[in-house]
T-cell receptor, first 111, second 114 residues
Framework: GESVGLHLPTLSVQEGDNSIINCAYSNSASDYFIWYKQESGKGPQFIIDIRSNMDKRQGQRVTVLLNKTVKHLSLQIAATQPGDSAVYFCAENNAGNMLTFGGGTRLMVKP | EAQVTQNPRYLITVTGKKLTVTCSQNMNHEYMSWYRQDPGLGLRQIYYSMNVEVTDKGDVPEGYKVSRKEKRNFPLILESPSPNQTSLYFC?????????????FGNGTRLTVT
């Protein structure tokens, strides 16, 4: 598959454990945040989003937490599975028509 | 099946030889965009289009052109490719919400310019 990054931060977790992927964003004016998952050889895939008027949003097995005070975003994955192995990107938007992506974190799930 | 289709998947070319990477979506989406992905830099936006005949520059537009003559197609044109444009390129589309709606990405085009 395509290599998306040779020097990405890597999080290694045991199958069944919970994973927490962190992201620091740069623009205090950003008011919309989104997480994407990218598997090897594929394009990014939407996971979950959150607006700045919320500090937590839950999906199926995933939770996004937003701390605007310290400009920090996290993605929590419950009961991590081998299929969750991928690179995860956070992205921010400040009402314009562009997303600014972070550098990504590689999640490796050990069986 | 709803999808964004890019072609070609892999392309090797030489400096200065014009090329076009095609992108087509079958979801009737208004918003389309192009990104390049380089190791350690995440995805950076090249150009985007809010609708037919409406295009705008992203963060890294230099050396690229786009057109949006039809809603479904958004080709990326490199008039005179250079080695620093060697990268992995993604096309994406979304509905009226633009980047505030989930983006649907193609599977990428790996471009090598020698």
């Amino acid at each position: 598959g395509e290599s998306v990054g040779l020097h990405l931060p890597t999080l290694s977790v045991q199958e069944g454990d919970n994973s927490i992927i962190n992201c620091a964003y740069s623009n205090s004016a950003s008011d919309y945040f989104i997480w994407y998952k990218q598997e090897s050889g594929k394009g990014p895939q939407f996971i979950i989003d959150i607006r700045s008027n919320m500090d937590k949003r839950q999906g199926q097995r995933v939770t996004v937490l937003l701390n605007k005070t310290v400009k920090h975003l996290s993605l929590q994955i419950a009961a991590t599975q081998p299929g969750d192995s991928a690179v995860y990107f956070c992205a921010e938007n400040n009402a314009g028509n562009m997303l600014t992506f972070g550098g990504g974190t590689r999640l490796m799930v050990k069986p | 099946e709803a999808q964004v289709t890019q072609n070609p998947r892999y392309l090797i070319t030489v400096t200065g030889k014009k090329l076009t990477v095609t992108c087509s979506q079958n979801m009737n989406h208004e918003y389309m965009s192009w990104y390049r992905q380089d190791p350690g830099l995440g995805l950076r936006q090249i150009y985007y289009s809010m609708n037919v005949e409406v295009t705008d520059k992203g963060d890294v537009p230099e050396g690229y052109k786009v057109s949006r003559k039809e809603k479904r197609n958004f080709p990326l044109i490199l008039e005179s490719p250079s080695p620093n444009q060697t990268s992995l390129y993604f096309c994406a589309s979304s509905s009226m919400g633009g980047v505030r709606s989930p983006l649907h990405f193609g599977n990428g085009t790996r471009l090598t310019v020698t």
